[in-house]
C-alpha cells in the first residue's frame, strides 16, 4: 500500500465536501497553514498584526510544495511583514473606484457595461487584492436597494454587459444569484453577464451541476472569467470541474496578476497560458499590479515587464500570449502596455 501524505488526504476531502462546507473550513490562522506545509513560523517574515487577515481554503493549501518557503501560492495568501512597507503611488484606493461607486453596489468605469459588488466575501484572501481596503459597508444593499442598481442601468441604454464581481460572487448561494440574474435579464439592453471569480480555482466543487445549469439557462451571454496567477493553481480537479461549463457553452477566460517573486518569469507565465489552455480557458489579461497599499513588494518594474512580453511572444502562438495592461484611475478603458521606445 502507498503512504499518502497528509495534503494528499485533504484535497481528497475537500473535494468530497459541499462547496459551503469548504468556506466554513477555510484556514484563518498562519501557524496551521504553516503546520500543514512543513514549515515553521521562524523560517518566515510573518505579519501577526494584519489588518488584511489571512483567509484560504484547504483545497488551495493542499497544491502547496511542503517544505518550500517560496511556495509560488504560499507567497500569494501569507500576511508579510513587507506589507507594512509604505511607497509613494500605493494608496487606498489605486484605481479610484470611490469616484464611480454611482449607487449602492454599482461602480461604472468604463462604457458599455456596469460591476456590481455582489459580496464583500471572498473564499481566499490575495495580499495584492486591490480592493483590500474598499468601502464594503457601504455597497451591501439588502433585496430592497438593489432596485437602484437595476434603475440605474435601466436608465442608460448604452450599458450592454454587466458584470458580477465583489468580494467573489460565487460565494454567494444560487437561490441569491438566480434572483439578481433574473433581474439583470428584465433590462433589455442588457445582453452579456459576465462572472470574476476565483472561487472554481480555489474550491472546484463550487461548479455544481445547479449553477451550470443556471449559468446555461440565461437568455444572457454568460462568460466566466477566473483568476489564476500560477500553473500550480491548475490542478485535475479544476479541470473536472470546468468540463460542464464549456459544454453548456459558457465562455471561460482567464485574468492574472503579475507578481514579483510568483509568476515574473518566462518559464512560469508560459506553463501558466499553455495548461489554462488545456483545461479550456482561454488567457486573457495579464495585470500590471494595481498600486494597492500593502503590495509594494509584490511590484515587478516595467523594463523587465516588457522583456517577458517579448518572451512569451517569442515562445507562444499569439493566442496564448494574455494582454498584458494596467488599469489607470478615471482611464476610459484597460490600457495596454506600451511598446518598448526605439
Excluded at 460565487?170 to 471569480?197: F, G, K, M, N, T
Aim: proline share 7%; with cysteine; aromatic share 6%.
Amino acid at each position: 500500500m502507498i503512504a499518502r501524505s497528509p495534503a494528499d488526504w485533504q484535497a481528497k476531502d475537500a473535494q468530497a465536501e459541499p462547496w459551503q462546507l469548504a468556506l466554513q473550513k477555510v484556514i484563518t490562522d498562519s501557524d496551521e497553514l504553516l503546520a500543514l506545509i512543513d514549515l515553521t513560523p521562524q523560517a518566515l517574515a510573518i505579519d501577526r498584526r494584519q489588518t488584511f487577515p489571512l483567509r484560504v481554503p484547504r483545497a488551495f493549501v493542499a497544491r502547496m510544495q511542503p517544505g518550500r518557503a517560496d511556495d509560488p501560492l504560499l507567497r500569494q495568501v501569507l500576511p508579510a511583514l513587507a506589507e507594512r512597507r509604505l511607497l509613494p503611488g500605493f494608496g487606498n484606493d489605486p484605481l479610484a473606484e470611490a469616484e464611480a461607486n454611482k449607487v449602492p453596489g454599482l461602480i461604472h468605469k468604463y462604457h458599455g457595461r456596469v460591476l456590481l459588488i455582489v459580496t464583500s466575501h471572498c473564499a481566499i484572501h490575495c495580499r495584492y487584492c486591490f480592493r483590500r481596503h474598499f468601502a464594503y459597508a457601504a455597497n451591501q444593499p439588502s433585496r430592497a436597494d438593489w432596485s437602484q442598481a437595476f434603475d440605474y442601468i435601466r436608465g442608460d441604454d448604452s450599458i450592454r454587459e454587466v458584470i458580477l464581481s465583489g468580494g467573489d460572487p460565487l460565494s454567494v448561494p444560487d437561490r441569491h444569484l438566480q434572483w439578481l440574474i433574473s433581474q439583470i435579464e428584465a433590462i433589455p439592453a442588457v445582453s452579456r453577464l459576465r462572472i470574476h471569480s476565483r472561487l472554481p480555482v480555489v474550491v472546484p466543487q463550487r461548479i455544481t451541476p445547479a449553477l451550470v445549469a443556471l449559468l446555461a439557462g440565461s437568455r444572457l451571454q454568460v462568460s466566466l472569467v477566473l483568476h489564476a496567477n500560477h500553473a500550480q493553481e491548475l490542478d485535475d480537479s479544476l479541470a473536472t470541474a470546468l468540463r460542464p461549463l464549456r459544454h453548456a457553452g459558457i465562455a471561460l477566460l482567464n485574468q492574472a496578476v503579475l507578481l514579483a517573486g510568483i509568476n515574473d518569469e518566462v518559464e512560469a507565465l508560459t506553463e501558466l497560458s499553455e495548461r489554462l489552455f488545456a483545461i479550456g480557458v482561454l488567457p486573457y489579461y495579464l495585470h500590471l499590479l494595481d498600486r494597492v497599499a500593502g503590495a509594494t513588494h509584490f511590484e515587478v518594474v516595467e523594463e523587465r515587464v516588457h522583456l517577458l512580453r517579448a518572451a512569451m511572444l517569442a515562445r507562444l502562438p499569439g493566442y496564448l500570449v494574455p494582454r498584458f495592461v494596467r488599469e489607470v484611475a478615471r482611464a476610459e478603458s484597460k490600457v495596454p502596455l506600451s511598446p518598448v521606445p526605439i
